[in-house]
């Protein structure tokens, strides 16, 4: 059997203490968001109800996780672009290059993953401090380490 890959973000914009606080905060609102779930429990919510609020504690424990894990992981297997509504997993392989480019309908830099098999290119959701685009669910990195996260994608290929 395979290990599991080792995903690391290949840049350190968010270790700081930030970083630190996004995720004692997410577990924080994880722990909350069970609440409704059980006051239903206590007061024996039955028929249309229990499902809905059963439905809305998973909901809200996805999209919290999701919107918290959102940035770009690198292991020996590949590259792994984690955003809000969905995650690639692009192997070594099929990498062609990373490169910096104009944001898609943003006036931003962001970085970008070109791919074969089939071709296609791949925004990422890690983009270049200094642009005018308010930045929700993404990792705004300043230009050094916009670089350095660019150049550390190129060289593990």
């Known amino acids: 059997m395979r290990p599991m890959p080792n995903w690391v973000r290949p840049y350190e914009g968010d270790q700081d203490d930030l970083h630190t606080l996004r995720y004692v905060?997410?577990?924080?609102?994880?722990?909350?968001?069970l609440f409704p779930l059980c006051g239903a429990a206590s007061r024996g919510l039955s028929g249309a109800a229990l499902p809905a609020v059963v439905l809305f504690v998973v909901t809200w424990e996805v999209v919290l996780w999701r919107v918290v894990l959102v940035g770009v992981y690198v292991s020996d297997h590949g590259i792994k672009i984690r955003t809000v509504l969905r995650t690639r997993v692009i192997p070594w392989s099929q990498v062609t290059r990373a490169w910096a480019g104009q944001a898609a309908n943003y006036d931003a830099w962001q970085i970008w993953v070109?791919?074969?098999?089939?071709?296609?290119?791949?925004?990422?959701?890690?983009?270049r401090r200094g642009s005018r685009a308010r930045h929700r669910n993404r990792v705004v990195l300043p230009p050094e380490e916009f670089a350095a996260a660019l150049a550390a994608l190129n060289s593990r290929r």
Do not use: F
């Open 25 to 33: 905060v997410a577990a924080g609102m994880s722990v909350a968001g």
């Open 114 to 127: 070109s791919a074969r098999d089939p071709e296609r290119e791949l925004e990422t959701p890690i983009w």
